[in-house]
């Protein structure tokens, strides 16, 4: 099997996660703009000025742009809709994520490439082959086995099945993150008790959230206190992406772009070096560990295999929100960088820094660095520890921007 | 009289308060986000005062909004 045309998408929900997933080692990169996408409520979004921006950074590193334009569509959604798909094919995004036919049929008006999103249920060759006339890159409903996959994939060889380019359709599937509790994400729970309709990506959350069940005859509440019954955990495949690939897979989706840069970060890396282990004939048990240890280190609600080794029922979380092994407290920001002698320096806004204490830094242009604490100095006197309020610097080998902010990490 | 106060970056053009008072609240076919009828802005806020017959109708829009950025008060 070779693994070297697979590739790693990865979220971005800030310039933040974009150049620590760039610098990850990422291949892809998938963002929304405006309001018309999965995540119109938790992540900040871009905005049409600034494709150009994305663009730029990411050719310059030869990883491809993707933007999500996933949600449902309304009349008055149409104009947007044109100008937002305008804009991704005059700033150079590689393809638009689409869900709506209106949304796909527009870019084949305009000869946008499509790729179409998981909240379009593809769960058999012939919707496939139904869509083949639209995307050249399809991503699978999360519920299917792999075997399901597989032979999705081995019937698009055998049928011949190809894309607006003239190649082959090529699979993508989701790896790692967050999965929903409906099929595809088509929940109709947010929209029932907040009016917050998730396929407009305003999803509340209901299933991530404690419940009583409450007896209609006699009122009596039983308190569901071992499982968060509609709270799925994460998907995570790391320990098995062997299998994921010998599917015939072409894309790997990171879910995630309301995390911050430090998870897309951590999970990417993770992936990339799976991937780079599984062409060099590294890939293993040990490995394996240290990968799933290091995700731990990151958001996730426990992990499961999701439904690709052919689980029926899902698996649940069993505590509300994360269960990250590690956290991070923020304690200020850099005032400046002196690259000639690499050393960083900041000022404290909270808490207290001591030599040795693991720190992060994140920046719009820097990404992600990690660090361990050397020395502090304060008025060009060595220091134990600063606190709130100091100006100190200290010696780091990656270049970092004022501005950037530090974090301590510590152990949750 | 009411004042509606409108944070209309962050719409998302559901048209929930539309549908609950539609005299007041249009969605803009130029960005697919609504607009506040007779507001006025101010900083990317809109604001507009209305009679107070109009209150029950934009309490439900601002009990339809999902994103919560409608808000009302009487002066």
Known sequence: MNYADVEIMAPAGSFEALTAA??????????GVEQLNMRARSSINFTTDDLVRICRQCDAHHVKTYLTLNTILYDHDIRLMKTIID?????????????????????????????????????????????????????????????????????????????????????????????????????????????????????????????????????????IDNEYIMSAKDLCTIGF??????????????????????????VVSCYRQALDALQDGTYGPDKIAQWTTELSKVYNRGFWDG???????????????????????????????????????FQMASHTLRKGDQILITGPASGVTRSQVEELRVEDRTVELVEKGDIFT?????AIRPKDKIYKVVQA | MVRITFHRIKCIGCNGCVEAAPERWRVSTRDGRCNLIGGKEKKGIFQA???????????????????????????
């Open chain 1, 87 to 223: 804009c991704a094919k005059e700033s150079g995004v590689t393809a638009v994520i689409a869900a709506d036919h209106a949304a796909m049929a527009y870019c084949k008006e305009v000869g946008m490439p499509v790729h179409l999103s998981t909240q379009a249920n593809v769960s058999n060759v012939e919707t496939v082959q139904f869509y083949a006339g639209y995307a050249d890159v399809i991503v699978l409903a999360r519920e299917l086995s792999l075997s399901q996959v597989a032979n999705i994939i081995a019937e698009i060889s055998r049928k011949e099945i190809k894309g607006p380019s003239g190649e082959l359709i090529k699979i993508e599937v989701f790896a790692h993150g967050a999965l929903c509790m409906a099929i595809s994400g088509k929940c109709y729970l947010s929209l029932h008790s907040h009016n917050a309709s998730a396929n407009r990506g305003a999803c509340i959350q209901n299933c991530r959230k404690e419940y009583v069940v409450t007896s209609k005859e006699d009122g009596i509440e039983l308190e």
């Open chain 1, 241 to 266: 992406l062997d299998k994921v690939l010998d599917a015939g897979v072409s894309v790997l989706k990171i879910e995630g772009r309301g995390r911050s840069a430090d998870y897309v970060d951590t």
């Open chain 2, 49 to 75: 005062i209305v009679d107070d017959e109009e209150y029950e109708q934009n309490k439900k829009a601002a009990a339809n909004c999902p994103v919560r950025i409608i808000r009302l008060e009487t002066i």
């Open chain 1, 394 to 398: 200290l010696p780091l080998s990656e």
């Open chain 1, 307 to 345: 439904y690709y080794l052919g689980r029926i029922m899902g698996e649940w979380s069993d505590a509300y929100g994360s269960k990250a092994t590690e956290k991070k407290i923020h304690v200020g920001q850099c005032v400046k960088y002196y690259p000639k002698i690499k050393v960083g320096e």
């Open chain 1, 22 to 31: 760039i610098n990850a080692g990422c291949h892809s990169v998938y963002f």
